[in-house]
């Protein structure tokens, strides 16, 4: 053999003898290992979740279940909206994996799949003992960085298990506020339904009436000479049309609030909408009561035939009826933080409601009634 072959030979042992020193020493990395595509969550039953949270230790949103449904623990256990806890749930659950990264819990931090450093953080808890106390995981979803910035697609991994995978698809948007979880309007109440508003302000009460078309409005007992600034009286006139709140409060929690103003809308259907009103600093808090005024029984004689016009009348009743009924329960016990600029068309006085800004002299025979229902 040539002293050429040898050389190349002896180079060839070399490579190899250097090969081997590199694939030693990393073996504790990470590894790209292609799978199917696969669920990352499989076999969770919704209906076993007692818990949910969502967010890092300390700053969790959680959501309890009660009977069939969930509340807010972080806002004194308010309803939470089911159509977005089933939408966290659903997304979770959709979340599918690419290739298998690393098994490696040295490698967790640098992925940001550990849990103080995770970008989404979700767990499901279900009752520990046949009793319902106590709370054990079940399993929930790390999501880490991306694996290329911009792409969106990042690291995962569950939170019972130390394999992280590169996630098949971006990840939905996951809310991570406490009112993300809640219905923040109030009500939605459209102009051609309103029969009056009454605003009763300390030393002031004034009505309002709708107008021969939809965008004028009537301040009865208007004082002669005196003209009514029609665009801010419609904003006063439609202030229900969509209400909302920006933080909510069990009232025991606020009953040092003095709730001396009240907006009350009356419907051609007799339908009563009452929010009271409150200022603490630069803060408004509302509560809210509705009522159906129209006792009268909806019967049908026997052997009586009704037209179809007949049947609607009635229907609509009950529906109003039961409508007002579910909301005084729904609303009732609860304080809600409301936005200026929606507190603003609920307390106007009737000089604000003037041209000229200038008292008017309105003397509406109703008296403000300032019980609060407390009692």
Known sequence: MSNRNLSLLGF???AMVALAVVVAGIGDKPFAKKDQTAYLIQGLDPDQVARITIGKPGEEV?????GANFVVANLDN??????????????????????????????????????PNATVLVKFYKAASADKTGLSLITGVI???EKQRGRGIGYIRRVDDNKVYVAAAQ?????????????QGLTSVKREDINSITVSCPNDTYLLLPGDDDKTVILENLAEGKKLNNVIANRVFT????????DVNAESSKRGLLFDRRYLCRLKDTTVYSIWLAKDGDLWFAKCDAQFADQTPVTKTQGEVESDEQLK???????????????SDTHKGWVYQIPDYMAANLTKTSAELL????????????????NTGDE
Not at 62 to 66: G, S, T
């Open 313 to 327: 009348i009635k229907e609509a009743k009950l529906i109003a009826r039961d409508a007002a009924e579910e909301f």
């Open 239 to 246: 202030a229900l049309a969509n209400l909302s709140f920006e």
């Open 78 to 115: 308010y309803p939470a909206r089911t159509s977005e806890v089933n939408k966290l749930i659903t997304t979770c659950l959709d979340i599918q994996t690419a290739e298998l990264y690393t098994d490696n819990p040295a490698n967790h931090k640098d992925l940001g799949v550990t849990e």
């Open 62 to 66: 959680i959501l309890n279940r009660r």
């Open 355 to 370: 041209e000229s800004g200038q008292p008017q002299g309105a003397d509406v025979k109703e008296p403000m009634d300032t």
């Open 143 to 145: 999501v880490g960085k």
């Open 171 to 183: 990840i939905p948007m996951i809310n991570k506020q406490a009112m993300d979880y809640v219905a």
């Open 12 to 14: 060839a042992a070399a």
